[in-house]
C-alpha cells in the first residue's frame, strides 16, 4: 500500500564505490523527483522526471545518473562514491493539478547513504 | 543569498503557546508558498499552503502571506508536543516547476 518507495532505506559504502537507489510510485503521477538532504536537514532538489522525460537537471556533479525506465519508477545511480554523497536521498512525486497548483509533494521514506 | 531562508532553530515553545515560524523568498514572481512538517527520521508531509496576501487558517495553523514584504509564516496556535518537528518553507518556482525548500525549523514543544 506504500505510496511512493525506496529501496534500500540504509546504504552504507566505501569511497569510489557504485551504488544504486530505487524508486517506485503507485500514485499514477506523472512527475518524479531526487531530493537531497544533507545533515543540517537543507533539502535539495536534484532531478526531476514527467512521464519518463527528464526535465529538472540541477546543477549535480554527473556522477549522478538518474533514470525513469516508465513514469512509475525513477532510479537514482551514484558513481564513484565521496564522503560528501553522505545524505539521506527522498524520492517524491507530484499530482498533476494537485494542492497548491503542484506544490503537493508526495515523498517517499528516504534513503540513508554513509559513505565511509 | 538563498532563495527560501528561515531561522534554524531550535525554536522552543511551552505546550499551550502560539509558535511562529517565518521564511522569507527571494524570487519576487514566486506565486505558490507551501509549508512541510517533517518529524525526526520521516519524509516530509504538506501541512499548507497559501497563494494570496493574508491569511488562511486550518485547525490550528494559520499561514500568513505579505508578497510585498516577500514573507511567509506559519502560526501553530494551542501548541502541542506532538508538533515538535522540523517546520519546511517551500515556494514554488514558476520557471520549471521547482519546488524550493528552506533549511527549515527546527521546533520543540515542552510539556
Known amino acids: 500500500d506504500t505510496a511512493v518507495s525506496q529501496t534500500p532505506k540504509y546504504l552504507v559504502t566505501q569511497m569510489g564505490n557504485d551504488k544504486s537507489i530505487k524508486c517506485e510510485q503507485n500514485l499514477g503521477h506523472d512527475t518524479m523527483y531526487w531530493y537531497k538532504q544533507d545533515s543540517k536537514k537543507f533539502l535539495k532538489i536534484m532531478f526531476s522526471y514527467n512521464n519518463k522525460e527528464l526535465i529538472i537537471n540541477e546543477t549535480v556533479p554527473n556522477r549522478f545518473s538518474p533514470k525513469s525506465p516508465d513514469k512509475a519508477h525513477l532510479n537514482l545511480h551514484i558513481n564513484s562514491l565521496e564522503l560528501g554523497d553522505s545524505a539521506v536521498y527522498f524520492c517524491?512525486?507530484?499530482?498533476?493539478?494537485?494542492?497548491?497548483?503542484?506544490?503537493?509533494?508526495?515523498f517517499g521514506e528516504g534513503s540513508r547513504l554513509t559513505v565511509l | 543569498q538563498k532563495e527560501v531562508e528561515q531561522n534554524s532553530g531550535p525554536l522552543s515553545v511551552p505546550e499551550g503557546a502560539i509558535a511562529s515560524l517565518n521564511c522569507t523568498y527571494s524570487?519576487?514572481?514566486?506565486?505558490?508558498f507551501f509549508w512541510y512538517r517533517q518529524y525526526s527520521g520521516k519524509s516530509p508531509e504538506l501541512i499548507m499552503f497559501i497563494y494570496s496576501n493574508g491569511d488562511k487558517e486550518d485547525g490550528r495553523f494559520t499561514a500568513q502571506l505579505n508578497k510585498a514584504s516577500q514573507y511567509v509564516s506559519l502560526l501553530i496556535r494551542d501548541s502541542q508536543p506532538s508538533d515538535s518537528a522540523t517546520y519546511l518553507c517551500a515556494v514554488l518556482r514558476n520557471q520549471g516547476g521547482k519546488l524550493i525548500f528552506g533549511q527549515g525549523t527546527e521546533l520543540s514543544v515542552k510539556p
Open positions: 517524491a512525486s507530484r499530482p498533476e493539478g494537485g494542492q497548491g497548483l503542484t506544490g503537493e509533494l508526495f
Open positions: 524570487d519576487r514572481g514566486s506565486q505558490s
